[in-house]
């Protein structure tokens, strides 16, 4: 999804409000010219962007969610391509997946935001497909995390119990 300049600062500023609100700090700063995603990175537990080099503003919310789903003891400690550090990536990739669709029903944001066709390895159409569809793949690892409920129990997903895991 293409986004003019005014749109991209709307979603940062969406996504600095709602971050800031759960715990999660998000700053503009420098960004080595290679990153996992261009133009943000993440540094000690924070989401650093660069708006000269930040392609897809959706990046920073996905980025987030691996902060988010991090265990608390390491969250402060965690560095650049985290998903490719830690040895459990995959279940964690669809935790954050599913963390961030629930952090785009909560700000309202559309999902092709984040879910946009450079990322997500030619799969962006249906994750949105699935998730609007109710098919939340890797969930029980959010539940486990004590992060949310199974859907159909009171509170539960996409709505969050905890939007950072304890």
Do not use: C
Request: overall charge negative; proline content about 5%; aromatic content about 8%.
């Amino acid at each position: 999804m293409q986004t003019s300049m005014e749109q991209r600062e709307t979603l940062i500023e969406t996504f600095h409000d709602f971050l800031e609100e759960i715990g999660i700090v998000l700053r503009e700063g420098e960004i080595p010219e290679t990153t996992f995603l261009p133009g943000v990175s993440i540094e000690n537990g924070e989401v650093v962007y660069s708006k000269s080099k930040l392609l897809y503003p959706g990046d920073i919310l996905h980025e987030a969610g691996h902060i988010a789903v991090t265990d608390s003891s390491k969250r402060d400690s965690i560095s650049g391509n985290v998903a490719e550090v830690n040895s459990g990536k995959a279940a964690e990739e669809q935790a954050v997946l599913l963390w961030t669709w629930a952090a785009i029903q909560k700000t309202g944001i559309p999902p092709e935001v984040v879910f946009h066709p450079a990322g997500y390895k030619n799969a962006s159409s249906s994750l949105i497909d699935n998730f609007q569809e109710g098919e939340f793949e890797g969930l029980d690892l959010l539940v486990w995390m004590k992060m949310t409920k199974n859907p159909g129990e009171r509170g539960g997903f996409p709505q969050m119990t905890n939007w950072l895991r304890p």
